[in-house]
């Protein structure tokens, strides 16, 4: 029988039965204070451990440890499972164990689970993920590796948790550059930048991007293609068609180059979910008249602003939004402001997550000042700037390369790669060459993913392929590799099924390590409510660590039953586990390494 409460394949897990366990003995033991916090937490000493009794001891008018007594005392005359041992220790931490029959059902019953007792309390809800956001016509660079990464981890890890995910890729699609690099695509028609134009391994970005460059030197050295340049740009807005679809062949290339980066990263990203500048164009004018008539947007020196009512600048003047130019035209303001209308009327979302570098902040923080204030964004929504830092080359600067230029992302990728490839050859000599190129791209790819999750998102953290690809420490070379440690265990175990007895006693490694299974519901129900992927990062790599103790302090295959059963399960149930989290993560879980 299911826990009242519980979704379908949901396991309750025991620091939550523990929890009601000490509620319902703060009850007995102090009714004036039932209902109380029972302040439940995993601990070195015990199973788990109750700071209860510290926060009780004001309200109780005694001290700490006398309140810890009487909880002990409740806890052990109740006999409430799944407890089975309680002492109190220090000022009044109430230690607990629970029974080992309890942990080998948690182990069973995950096991049992399609979802590893996991349940979807986001079910349903409309969650719109913007991220990644590259420019068309323009090199993927090392700027676009940390929105395209957590912005794809919690995609993965929303929808998992039951969201309704609507991923969109806010293409930097249009613009005055576009008239400049059409104008002069047509005025130099031989000129090669289609993909099959190209040589094997070229990008169309990369030939576009040098392009308009060529563009914006003629640009700023030839009044009289200025002017031609210029008179494109009316045609583009004006929608002229023959312009138009050349800028359609611009971001359809464009799109292809995206895509082989997308591919390799493994990110959820379709064609389908991009949705540039140019999709609310339409809507700008509309936005600054709705804003208007609602007395929000003012007019200022000839352009129409809003002044912030949250925000003041150095001057001690409001901060202001741009919402229409003095020559009429429209910024990126009012296109933020066009999406966050379209997401919630359109998309009906009731959560906005805009997974953008930190330097946005003041931007995003006046976005939905707006919003709000134009009853766009209602208490029933939550709109999230997703901050994140900057990825730092080992000097501790901004990443760049020695001439000072943007790294292009597809290089970050292949020195990462190169490197596993080199660290695999001398780790494994006998590996074929395709064996290699599959193992090291797997784990070239994984190691910069983990590498960029691993760091609390909102600091900088330094691009070292050196230390990525590493087999020790945390990296995702090493959860990769403990994988395919618990994959080569089930693969000479073969296929048959596992029963895991209860009455089976836990040594001390297998304790920890289906403790640790038993946590991982609340880690990602966790990082889906507060959005930080380190939080995941460092239980894989703990649960990881805790799978190598447990593994060279306790035989498996060589066990007699119905220890040998009830370890195949453990190994089969942290196999599982870690390769869901991995996947989370977007990162490949090999089976051989």
């Not at 359609?248 to 290339?253: C, F, T």
């Not at 936005?287 to 007395?295: H, N, P």
């Not at 901050?387 to 292009?408: E, H, W, Y």
């Not at 995702?476 to 009455?503: C, F, N």
Request: charged share 25%; proline share 4%.
């Amino acid at each position: 029988m299911e826990d009242a409460g519980l979704h379908e394949h949901e396991v309750r897990p025991l620091i939550s039965q523990v929890e009601a366990a000490v509620s319902v003995a703060i009850g007995a033991a102090l009714p004036a204070l039932a209902g109380a916090d029972p302040v439940v937490r995993r601990s070195e000493f015990a199973d788990f451990q109750s700071n209860a009794a510290l926060a009780l001891a004001k309200r109780a008018r005694t001290r700490p440890a006398e309140v810890a007594g009487a909880i002990s005392e409740a806890l052990s005359r109740r006999a409430t499972a799944p407890v089975t041992e309680v002492t109190v220790s220090g000022p009044g931490f109430l230690n607990i164990v629970v029974e080992d029959s309890a942990v080998w059902n948690q182990v069973g019953a995950r096991l049992d689970s399609p979802r590893l007792g996991i349940g979807t309390p986001e079910e349903g809800r409309r969650t719109v993920v913007d991220y990644s956001a590259p420019n068309i016509a323009k090199e993927m660079h090392v700027g676009h590796l940390r929105t395209t990464i957590i912005g794809d981890c919690l995609a993965r890890l929303l929808g998992f948790l039951g969201a309704d995910v609507i991923r969109q890729n806010h293409l930097g699609d249009w613009g005055t550059q576009f008239g400049m690099l059409i104008q002069y695509l047509d005025e130099h028609p031989a000129v090669a930048w289609h993909k099959d134009e190209l040589d094997s391994g070229d990008s169309p970005v990369s030939a576009l991007d040098a392009l308009y460059r060529e563009a914006r030197a003629a640009f700023d050295a030839d009044e009289a293609f200025a002017d031609r340049a210029r008179a494109r740009v009316v045609a583009l807005q004006a929608g002229d068609e023959a312009t138009v679809a050349r800028w359609r062949e611009i971001v359809a290339e464009s799109e292809l180059a995206f895509r082989e980066i997308y591919d390799r990263l493994g990110v959820l990203l379709q064609p389908d979910d991009s949705f540039g500048e140019s999709s609310y164009n339409a809507w700008l004018p509309a936005i600054a008249q709705e804003l208007t008539e609602d007395g929000i947007a003012v007019e200022n020196d000839g352009a129409l602003v809003v002044y912030s009512e949250e925000v003041v600048g150095p001057d001690d003047n409001p901060v202001t939004l741009m919402v229409r130019k003095k020559d009429g035209g429209y910024g990126y303001d009012t296109t933020d402001l066009a999406t966050i209308r379209y997401r919630i009327r359109d998309l009906k979302a009731e959560r906005l997550l805009y997974v953008v570098d930190s330097r946005q902040a003041l931007h995003f923080r006046l976005i939905f000042e707006v919003a709000r204030r134009a009853g766009w964004l209602t208490d029933a929504i939550e709109a999230t700037h997703v901050a994140f830092g900057t990825v730092l080359g080992p000097d501790g600067r901004p990443f760049k390369t020695r001439s000072g230029n943007t790294i292009r992302l597809m290089n970050l990728l292949d020195a990462a790669v190169d490197k596993a490839r080199a660290t695999l050859a001398e780790k494994d000599p006998d590996l074929t060459r395709d064996e290699l190129e599959q193992i090291a791209e797997q784990a070239g790819i994984g190691a910069v993913k983990y590498a960029d999750l691993s760091t609390s998102r909102i600091k900088d953290y330094v691009f070292d392929v050196d230390r990525m690809v590493s087999f020790a420490g945390n990296t995702g070379v090493y959860l990769q590799y403990a994988h395919t440690r618990m994959s080569s265990i089930l693969r000479k175990a073969g296929d048959a099924p596992v029963e895991v007895d209860k009455t089976v006693a836990l040594s001390s490694e297998e304790r920890a390590l289906a403790l640790g299974l038993d946590a991982f519901g609340d880690i990602v129900t966790e990082v889906g409510r507060v959005l930080e992927p380190h939080r995941l990062c460092g239980y894989l790599y703990e649960l990881a660590k805790q799978f190598t103790d447990f593994y060279e302090a306790c035989p498996v295959l060589s066990a007699d039953e119905p220890v040998r059963s009830n370890r195949l399960a453990l190994c089969q149930l942290a196999a599982r586990t870690l390769r869901q989290g991995l996947d989370l993560l977007g990162i490949v879980a090999p089976e051989r390494m």
